[in-house]
């Protein structure tokens, strides 16, 4: 992958929040090509990120709170599938040739990396909100500005190590391997408080 094609990757994390928070999220079923694939990792995070806002709520019963959980469970798996995903993608895009060689790796895959730039890019787009609110003072507003520049360094670093992640992967200097999450608490037959509180 060149510089070029990660960019528009990484141009797309930013945008798409915007057109997503005034629309309707539908996630693809299918997805075909590194950059929906991408997209689909972040619609998932975009829409645990607004299951987590509700799940918060004091106002509504407790019934409306679990059925929020469940659906971040699940979206939650969703995103985790996706980033395994993303890094089967870019194997299958050529960097599969270096898996098998004596090569160093980084604490994390590209897609963990792309994940965590999600991430970030929906906490800079919701903290920039709080810095145009009408409804609190100065002091609210200013907080969350000294807060949001912190958030565009962090988001800047991270992306300026993933560009170098890539400069190595393109060079054959280090490689990766995806990694399997296992969410072990979602599987019936290895969470244990489901498996032995099996209804009969």
Known sequence: ??????????????????????????IPQQHIGLLNIVSAMHLSNFSIWKQEDIARRTDV????????????????????NLIEEIDLSLLDMGYSKLSNLDLPMR??????????LSILALKV?????????????ENHRQACQEKLAVLLQQQSNLRKALMFMFDELNQGKIKFKVYRQYKMYNDPNLNPELYLNKQI
């Open 1 to 26: 992958m060149n510089e070029s094609e990660l960019l528009i990757i990484l141009e797309a994390l930013t945008q798409k929040i915007g057109e997503w928070d005034i629309g309707t999220l539908n």
């Open 61 to 80: 019963e407790d019934a409306v709170i679990v059925q929020v959980k469940r659906k971040i469970d699940r979206l939650n798996q969703q995103r985790n």
């Open 107 to 116: 604490t994390e895959t590209p897609g963990g990396v792309m994940d965590r």
């Open 125 to 137: 787009y919701h903290m920039n909100k709080q810095t145009v609110r009408s409804d609190v003072d």
